[in-house]
């Protein structure tokens, strides 16, 4: 099954690899985010931890950017997405936690839209029970019509989620 219902250790998870980058990316100013489904308790999910790396100062990206290539990182550009950066791990250096979770790693100013609209959906989600079960009933109908393949889902979500996204945070801006 795609959507797996929530796991408390996905926190565990999120923690034990911010300690990690934390440790990595030391004297920079920037902030670890658990962001996605992964980080609302109660809300099933794909068993990947999203996070967010944002700076402070606009001269650091090219050192965190450093950074998280020693420790076996890519950049992959930002995937259509302005403002923010991923990065996949490529396994050239090995870190047992970091090879062992699957994860996202995204990286973007504190400022950026993107790291913004991650926040404000995530926090909403985690604040009304009624979002959570509309957000996880309508990825678990989009992961039965694709017949749990991931890559369709991927597509897929992309398109159907964008409305709800939307709703939700017009909704968050109002509180």
């Known amino acids: ?18 300690q990690i980058l934390e440790t990595s990316l030391t004297g920079i100013s ?18 990947i931890i999203d996070i967010d790396i944002t700076y402070e100062n606009k001269n650091d990206f090219e050192k965190i950017k450093t950074k998280l290539t020693e420790i076996g990182y890519s950049h992959q ?19 047992e936690v970091l090879d062992d979770i699957d994860h996202h790693l995204y990286v973007s100013h504190q ?21 959570r079960i509309e957000y996880e009933n309508l990825k678990m109908r989009i992961a039965d019509e694709t017949r749990q393949d991931r890559k369709k ?15 939700i945070l017009k909704l968050a801006i109002k509180d």
């Not at 920037?30 to 068993?47: N, W």
């Not at 550009?77 to 870190?95: H, P, S, Y």
């Open 30 to 47: 920037m902030v670890i985010e658990h962001v996605g489904s992964t980080a609302v308790e109660g809300l099933g999910a794909k068993p």
């Open 111 to 131: 400022e950026a839209v993107e790291f913004k609209r991650h926040i404000i959906f995530r926090d909403f989600l985690r604040k009304n029970k009624w979002a």
């Open 153 to 167: 889902y991927a597509e897929l979500k992309e398109t159907r989620v964008r409305d709800f996204v939307e709703k």
């Open 1 to 18: 099954m795609l959507i797996k219902p929530h796991n408390p250790d996905w926190a565990d998870q999120f923690q034990s690899i911010k």
């Open 77 to 95: 550009g930002n995937l259509g997405i302005t403002g923010r950066e991923a990065f996949k791990r490529d396994r050239v250096i090995i870190l």
